[in-house]
RNA sequence: GGGUAGGUUCCGGAGCGGUCAAACGGGGCGGACUGUAAAUCCGCUGGCUUACGCCUUCGCAGGUUCGAAUCCUGCCCUGCCCA
């Protein structure tokens, strides 16, 4: 049996960067028992990814085990096809199943880059959903009133511009306190969205005759527009499967405002005040890379970001590299399409392509192409700007 | 079940027989500036086309008309009030 460090020690560590937590006292208490804790943290697999917003609450979790406790991760494959209507005004689209689980193995494999293997207990709440009936559904459903599901702030508000609210989405507050009930949690993680659906948890709990499990809610990383809560949906999500390059450049992107929270929640640091706050952008986006990715990725992508946005020099950056099919015609048109979908796996439409062009965007060598029909006369080499972030390097075939 | 108001392009929201690929705002994208930041200014924002132009879109299906997002009929969906 391990030796826990001192209780008064333990909280220290793990409150810092909480926004709020129900109750420190309570949580102080278990912590006195010195066993293992039960930290839950309830993840929906409605995409195959993670993204860094996931990551603050892994990396709270990941301090729970380091101090021996047990991290207790559910993957939602019932409440994924339910949706959280959290902080929603429209109805989440509902899963198939078998998406569902896909997205679950994928997940699990990348919050592994955060959490430790061997203190994380996986299970998936369609373990118990999937198996309940209707009548068991129903007795969990009254001991909470039609009222307490609708005081929360989003049904409210939906209620109040007209917008229709399913019956179904009101469960869900409703399982995810069923979940803190069957894994026994005795400190649930979540953020400051989740507030009202732990409370159910502990109300489940102490129904059931358990110990109530403590609160422990983190700030919400915004996404990389710094405004809006970081969502894939919301277009604003850096992934933490990103490729190094991409994952540097979208955390230079992100507006200074955010720079504070990315510290505060992503490194556990305070912000220096008299840095220059791109260099502490840099700093942020190398340390970042380097936990997903590695140190030499973090200094490649540091390098080439340097070298193509800070001195633009397209010339010798390191960029992909695009081989025309020798079929293909050689209109800067035809060969920004053939690059976006090669390179780049993005497919625009011609029109598309045809105004990005017309607007100034694509740049052949350093000028402007203008007439989306004019030919290029390829050079080995030679560097296709597609857009402010992306640009190819032209290799010709060999023939 | 009854009454009533609605369903428009990513979102909000105009349009109410031709001049509508559809005002305006937001968002997004691109350009200038820059630190892939912010602010500001400019442009773009259905598809195909070198272009004239053609094609598909206004909940769904039919219909009336030379012509429909706009009128008619049926259906589906949603809000609100009543039960």
Same mark, same amino acid.
């Given at each position: 049996?391990?030796?826990?460090?001192?209780?008064?020690?333990?909280?220290?560590?793990?409150?810092?960067?909480?926004?709020?937590?129900?109750?420190?006292?309570?949580?102080?208490?278990?912590?006195?028992?010195?066993?293992?804790?039960?930290?839950?943290?309830?993840?929906?697999?409605?995409?195959?990814?993670?993204?860094?917003?996931?990551?603050?609450?892994?990396?709270?979790?990941?301090?729970?085990?380091?101090?021996?406790?047990?991290?207790?991760?559910?993957?939602?494959?019932?409440?994924?096809?339910?949706?959280?209507?959290?902080?929603?005004?429209?109805?989440?689209?509902?899963?198939?199943?078998?998406?569902?689980?896909?997205?679950?193995?994928?997940?699990?494999?990348?919050?592994?880059?955060?959490?430790?293997?061997?203190?994380?207990?996986?299970?998936?709440?369609?373990?118990?959903?999937?198996?309940?009936?209707?009548?068991?559904?129903?007795?969990?459903?009254?001991?909470?009133?039609?009222?307490?599901?609708?005081?929360?702030?989003?049904?409210?508000?939906?209620?109040?511009?007209?917008?229709?609210?399913?019956?179904?989405?009101?469960?869900?507050?409703?399982?995810?306190?069923?979940?803190?009930?069957?894994?026994?949690?005795?400190?649930?993680?979540?953020?400051?969205?989740?507030?009202?659906?732990?409370?159910?948890?502990?109300?489940?709990?102490?129904?059931?005759?358990?110990?109530?499990?403590?609160?422990?809610?983190?700030?919400?990383?915004?996404?990389?527009?710094?405004?809006?809560?970081?969502?894939?949906?919301?277009?604003?999500?850096?992934?933490?499967?990103?490729?190094?390059?991409?994952?540097?450049?979208?955390?230079?992107?992100?507006?200074?405002?955010?720079?504070?929270?990315?510290?505060?929640?992503?490194?556990?640091?305070?912000?220096?005040?008299?840095?220059?706050?791109?260099?502490?952008?840099?700093?942020?986006?190398?340390?970042? +890379?380097? *936990? @997903?990715?590695?140190?030499?990725? =973090?200094? /490649?992508? #540091?390098?080439? %970001? +340097?070298? *193509? @946005?800070?001195?633009?020099?397209? =010339?010798? /950056?390191? #960029?992909?590299? %695009?081989?025309?099919?020798?079929?293909?015609?050689?209109? =800067?048109?035809?060969?920004?399409?053939?690059?976006?979908?090669?390179?780049?796996?993005?497919?625009?439409?011609?029109?598309?392509?045809?105004?990005?062009?017309?607007?100034?965007?694509?740049?052949?060598?350093?000028?402007?192409?203008?007439?989306?029909?004019?030919?290029?006369?390829?050079?080995?080499?030679?560097?296709?700007?597609?857009?402010?972030?992306?640009?190819?390097?032209?290799?010709?075939?060999?023939?």
């Amino acid at each position: 049996m391990r030796e826990f460090p001192n209780p008064e020690d333990q909280m220290e560590v793990l409150c810092r960067g909480c926004e709020k937590i129900l109750t420190p006292e309570e949580l102080r208490q278990k912590l006195a028992e010195r066993r293992p804790l039960r930290v839950k943290l309830g993840v929906d697999p409605t995409s195959p990814d993670i993204h860094l917003g996931h990551t603050v609450a892994l990396a709270k979790m990941r301090q729970f085990q380091d101090l021996g406790h047990t991290g207790v991760l559910i993957l939602g494959s019932f409440t994924a096809m339910i949706g959280d209507p959290t902080g929603r005004s429209v109805t989440r689209p509902q899963l198939t199943k078998e998406e569902v689980l896909a997205n679950a193995a994928t997940y699990q494999e990348q919050a592994f880059k955060v959490l430790d293997f061997e203190r994380t207990e996986v299970v998936f709440n369609g373990d118990w959903f999937f198996k309940m009936s209707y009548e068991e559904v129903l007795r969990l459903n009254s001991l909470v009133t039609m009222q307490q599901m609708l005081q929360r702030e989003d049904f409210r508000e939906r209620i109040e511009r007209g917008h229709p609210i399913r019956a179904h989405e009101i469960q869900y507050p409703i399982m995810q306190g069923w979940d803190s009930v069957m894994v026994r949690a005795d400190v649930e993680l979540g953020g400051t969205d989740q507030l009202f659906n732990v409370l159910v948890g502990r109300d489940f709990q102490a129904h059931q005759g358990q110990p109530l499990q403590v609160a422990m809610l983190m700030p919400i990383l915004v996404g990389t527009d710094g405004t809006q809560k970081m969502s894939k949906s919301l277009g604003n999500a850096i992934g933490v499967t990103e490729e190094p390059e991409q994952m540097f450049g979208k955390i230079m992107s992100i507006p200074d405002s955010a720079l504070r929270q990315y510290y505060e929640l992503l490194l556990g640091e305070t912000l220096d005040p008299n840095a220059h706050p791109m260099e502490q952008k840099k700093n942020l986006a190398y340390r970042i +890379v380097a *936990r @997903f990715h590695s140190h030499a990725a =973090a200094k /490649a992508a #540091l390098d080439n %970001f +340097v070298t *193509r @946005f800070s001195k633009r020099d397209l =010339a010798t /950056a390191e #960029l992909p590299k %695009f081989t025309p099919p020798p079929n293909l015609s050689t209109t =800067a048109l035809s060969l920004t399409a053939a690059a976006y979908e090669s390179c780049f796996g993005l497919t625009p439409s011609r029109s598309e392509i045809r105004r990005l062009i017309q607007g100034g965007s694509v740049q052949w060598n350093g000028k402007k192409l203008t007439n989306p029909n004019a030919t290029i006369s390829i050079t080995d080499g030679g560097v296709l700007k597609l857009d402010k972030i992306r640009a190819v390097r032209i290799i010709p075939q060999k023939s």
